[in-house]
């Protein structure tokens, strides 16, 4: 790998970071989803913690909550405790987990409805909630004509 290749898988890989931090994840998270998204085959916990400069508890953290969310899936190894493991690559898991992220908002987006203090602050949180419920079908349009 080329120096700039290495150099741009870094920022791609932090930029991932950074993505799934604003969706609550660690950063360490997200870097280690944009590091498996971009490798041709899975990784071991070593090989995460090494080519991310993580300690081993946040890689096993990250590892959980990738899982967790669809984003990865672990295989394991014939003989041995430890899992590799690999993005789960797709669009589909994506928009699913940002799927359920909007429908947590949108419960709460309506659990204030009733303390709206007027008619003007009413409609201004209806129409964020309506925002947020037309991403949501449309979301749920997506995945079921890939499907």
């Known amino acids: ?20 931090a604003s969706w609550n994840l660690s950063r360490s998270t997200g870097r280690t989803y ?3 998204l971009v490798r ?5 916990s070593d090989e ?18 990738l899982v967790s969310w669809g984003l990865a899936r672990t295989i394991p190894q014939a003989g041995s405790r430890r899992l590799l493991i690999e ?12 799927q359920e992220r909007s429908r947590a908002f949108i419960r709460t987006l309506r659990s204030g ?9 009413a409609s201004r949180l209806d129409a964020v909630t309506d925002l947020f419920e037309a991403y949501v079908d449309a979301g ?8």
Do not use: C, W
């Not at 993005?87 to 940002?98: D, H, P, T, V």
């Open 1 to 20: 790998m080329t120096d700039k290749h290495a150099e741009e898988r870094d920022q791609f890989v932090n930029a991932m970071g950074d993505i799934l």
């Open 140 to 147: 749920e349009r997506m995945l079921r004509d890939r499907g």
């Open 40 to 44: 041709a085959t899975p990784a071991s």
């Open 113 to 121: 409805r009733s303390l709206t203090e007027d008619a003007r602050a």
């Open 34 to 36: 944009g590091y498996l």
């Open 48 to 65: 995460l913690r090494v080519g991310l400069g993580l300690s081993a508890g946040a890689v096993s953290t990250a590892m959980r909550e």
């Open 87 to 98: 993005a789960a690559g797709g669009f589909e898991q994506l928009l699913a987990a940002s």
